[in-house]
């Protein structure tokens, strides 16, 4: 007669292995961003070396795949806005006189709040992997940052803006996303 362990193992030792069969079946195999990802992302952006510093100093990047690089690439370019809105511009607003000037900045302070607000939504948008909406969100957040450098270049007298490393860091973080999305 059978002990009851063996009519058990009987009866769950199929079970089990079908229950992992059906758990690696639909698994999804992720790539998460190691170096030579990295680098092939970077290799096709506008400048790899910001790229490649950007991702490798960020210690979220090895714990994300393509997906999770797009999001982290729109979070970093939140940082950079949200930070030039918040620290940047109002220091140097404390040292202008020229009322051109004073003007000129508020319009990049409006410019860079109206990219901080897309930028957020592209973040929302990423999450969901929803791609062309992403790139139409940073695309119209790039766009603002060109409005606020137009404030500087297109009439008299003309300047570079005051936060131009600011403006090139979103440019070249859009670049990135542009890079990755389309890898993906």
């Known amino acids: 007669m059978a002990s009851p362990i063996s009519c058990i193992s009987i009866f769950l030792l199929p079970l089990i292995a079908t229950s992992l069969f059906f758990q690696v079946s639909n698994a999804t195999f992720e790539v998460k961003a190691d170096q030579a990802l990295i680098d092939s992302i970077c290799e096709q952006t506008q400048d790899v070396d910001f ?33 030039t809105i918040n620290d940047t511009i109002p220091e ?15 319009v990049c302070l409006t410019d860079y709040n109206d990219a901080l607000v897309t930028l957020i939504a592209a973040f929302t948008a990423s999450s969901e992997k929803n791609y062309k909406e992403v790139i139409g969100l940073v695309t119209d957040a790039a766009n603002k940052i060109v409005d606020c450098d137009g404030a500087y270049r297109k009439s008299p007298p003309i300047r ?17 996303t542009y890079v990755i999305i389309d890898l993906i």
Do not use: H, M, Y
């Open 51 to 83: 790229c490649k510093s950007t991702f490798n100093a960020n210690p979220r990047t090895p714990a994300a795949d393509r997906d999770g690089l797009v999001v982290l690439s729109i979070a970093i370019n939140i940082d950079v806005v949200q930070a």
């Open 160 to 176: 570079e803006p005051p936060i131009s490393g600011e403006n090139d860091k979103v440019t070249k973080l859009t670049d990135i």
């Open 92 to 106: 140097i607003v404390k040292t202008l006189i020229d009322p051109i000037d004073k003007q000129r900045i508020q």
